[in-house]
């Protein structure tokens, strides 16, 4: 029995779940739903809700657990002599797991019995016949432990997956028979459904807290393992970025940081003043027919995939300004030697962060009162006077909190910067050359199948929390200002 098996089995259950107690509960009054404590659907939502959340956190849990269980198992089960040789456990646990799946298709496609693969397990042979049989790729001669160990993981998966599927299924079923026996004429089901999406919905809101102190605890630990190993003072005062694997590294975060916060004033200049005009004139002077329309074509642009602002980047926008300044280009010389630059980055980030600050401005320009816009025009003020002298300095927290969040994401810009901004960590001054950004070296350091024991990749996790601080506090100072700007005015 497969998992999207039993998913159907669930779903199932807890369909017939939903309409049986919905008519055991009408049948129990004869048909008068008015005498039932409460509507017919409460009760069938009951059964649905039985049958279907139980089985499905069971699933997860049991899912989980096995998977650590096995794990550790098998893990175990590799010589330390072996691993000593290869030096490195995660590759060997990989060809474990890739065996695995292998002897996974070879008795799938019926190849071999399970009972003919457990007496093989000194005839190497034999499996790997069955293997290459199966299209099942080996990169070169399989050592006896390593097969002994993927026949016992697969053994271990293969059980335990069946003992899940049967027991979640069981749990479904229950819940189904608990709902069913509840649903009577005096049974409180709304109560009952109200306790639990309640839970449902409490739950969802601690995972999502627990997921974020998560993520920070995850970070916070590979940072300070990453301190451990390479001085913090370099870290933050260094003037040189320079990994090397194989000697003594320069790892500064400050030329990557002048070239996240260049490129973002770049992003800025493109993006505030022309998505405040946008704003202004959508809710100052536009018409409504010409609103519905000039608004939602412009946050079509907030839609668009950063990495289609990427590739924009780098086919169409980069190679349009080595045109001008490339070499022969304005006045015969070469300002600009590669596609990738600052003002390529920050331009093109500038017209994704255009709608952004625009629906943002808009938003806090049309939430002044207009008591404020009546008082100008009374006192003989133009429309232009009173948009300058009344409502910009009334909205003037709400802007700028709408400015510190496009900063923040800015600096976070992942996709752009990869693309179109270069690898070069420097200081400098020229928007034509290429500089790099900090989300760009948490990419290129954290590229390729690498072993989080040495500085020059825990440096990732170094340069990440120092960027999710640094938002952090743009975010909050954000909110802080947004929220003193409402409070003036609700």
């Known amino acids: 029995m497969t998992l999207v098996t039993v998913l159907y089995a669930i779903c199932i259950i807890s369909a017939v779940a939903f309409f049986a107690s919905r008519a055991r509960a009408l049948s129990s009054v004869s048909g008068d739903q008015r005498k039932l404590h409460s509507l017919p659907q409460y009760y069938g939502t009951n059964g649905l809700l039985l049958s279907l959340i139980p089985a499905l956190i069971l699933l997860l849990i049991w899912t989980y657990l096995q998977s650590l269980f096995i794990e550790n198992h098998v893990a175990e089960l590799i010589p330390s002599a072996l691993i000593t040789e290869n030096a490195n456990i995660n590759l060997l646990m990989s060809e474990v797991e890739r065996l695995s799946d292998g002897l996974k298709m070879v008795v799938s496609t019926g190849l071999m019995s399970l009972d003919a693969l457990l007496a093989t397990t000194n005839d190497l042979t034999v499996i790997e016949a069955a293997l290459k049989q199966a299209d099942v790729f080996l990169s070169g001669d399989i050592r006896p432990e390593i097969m002994s160990a993927a026949q016992t993981r697969y053994v271990l998966e293969t059980d335990g997956n069946q003992y899940r599927n049967w027991v979640v299924i069981v749990v479904s079923i229950i819940g189904f028979a608990t709902a069913f026996l509840q649903a009577k004429q005096d049974f409180r089901a709304r109560n009952q459904v109200e306790r639990i999406v309640l839970l449902i919905l409490a739950s969802a809101a601690t995972l999502a807290i627990f997921t974020s102190v998560g993520i920070v605890l ?17 870290f933050f005062f260094g ?32 993006s505030v003043p022309i998505g405040l005009y946008a704003a202004i004139y959508l809710s100052e002077y536009a018409s409504k027919p010409v609103r519905s329309v000039a608004k939602p074509l412009l946050e079509i642009l907030a839609g668009i995939p950063t990495i289609v602002y990427g590739l924009f980047a780098l086919t169409t926008f980069g190679p349009f300004l080595r045109m001008f300044f490339g070499d022969g280009g304005f006045l015969g010389v070469e300002w600009m030697s590669d596609s990738r630059s600052v003002i390529t980055a920050g331009v093109v980030m500038g017209m994704m962060l255009i709608p952004f600050v625009s629906s943002l401005s808009d938003d806090i320009i049309n939430a002044v009162p207009q008591s404020l816009r009546d008082g100008s025009y009374g006192l003989g003020a133009t429309q232009s006077e009173t948009i300058r002298s ?78 999710f601080v640094l938002t952090l506090c743009l975010n909050v100072l954000a909110l802080y200002i947004v929220r003193k700007y409402r409070e003036q005015y609700e």
Not at 222 to 234: K, P, V
Not at 246 to 257: D, K, V, Y
Not at 390 to 409: D, K
């Open 239 to 270: 003037l040189v970025w320079a990994p090397s694997f194989s000697h003594g590294s320069q790892l500064s975060i400050l030329p990557l940081l002048w070239g996240t916060l260049y490129i973002s004033f770049v992003a800025l200049l493109v």
């Open 218 to 234: 995850s970070m916070v630990f590979e940072a300070s393992r990453f301190f451990s190993m390479h001085e913090w003072t370099d």
């Open 390 to 467: 009344v409502i910009l300095p009334a909205a003037l927290p709400g802007i700028i909190g709408a400015i510190l969040l496009a900063t923040s994401r800015a600096i976070g810009e992942t996709m752009i910067v990869v693309m179109g901004a270069g690898a070069v960590a420097k200081f400098a001054g020229n928007p034509l050359e290429a500089l790099t950004t900090i989300t760009t070296r948490i990419v290129s350091q954290l590229t390729g199948d690498l072993e989080f024991d040495s500085p020059e990749t825990l440096v990732a996790f170094a340069l990440g929390l120092t960027l």
